[in-house]
Nanobody, 124 residues
Framework: QVQVVEFGGGSVQAGGSLRLSCAAS????????MGWFRQAPGKEREFVSF????????DYADSVKGRFTISRDNRQNTVYLQMDSLKPEDTAIYYC?????????????????WGQGTEVIVSS
């Protein structure tokens, strides 16, 4: 059984930074690509960032490009999302998920295991 747990959410003022962590259990964590998504109140869950299983491939939503950085430590079974220059529009529940290796990594339906989410609130 695979479990995914996110940590590190909180409240911060605009311009500040937060670092989210995603710990995943289960064997062969290093063999799977991982993604971060977010869902703001009243909105659909949206893609934020993706990292390939070796960490060499990364991608970001245009709205966070240049401000967020994704990374992973396969020895620690952990994925990170460093969020800098935060804006009020970044306020959302942030979810980490394991890509199933099927389908586009932009699509929610291509991920098979999800965490419970961690809340990020950015005040102006």
């Amino acid at each position: 059984q695979v479990q995914v747990v996110e940590f590190g959410g909180g409240s911060v003022q605009a311009g500040g930074s937060l670092r989210l962590s995603c710990a995943a259990s289960g064997r062969n964590f290093g063999g799977y690509s991982m993604g971060w998504f977010r869902q703001a109140p009243g909105k659909e869950r949206e893609f934020v960032s993706f990292i390939g299983w070796r960490g060499g491939l990364t991608d970001y939503a245009d709205s966070v490009k240049g401000r967020f950085t994704i990374s992973r430590d396969n020895r620690q079974n952990t994925v990170y999302l460093q969020m800098d220059s935060l804006k009020p529009e970044d306020t959302a529940i942030y979810y980490c998920a394991r890509h199933s290796d099927i389908g586009s990594y932009y699509d929610v339906g291509s991920y098979d295991y999800w965490g419970q989410g961690t809340e990020v609130i950015v005040s102006s």
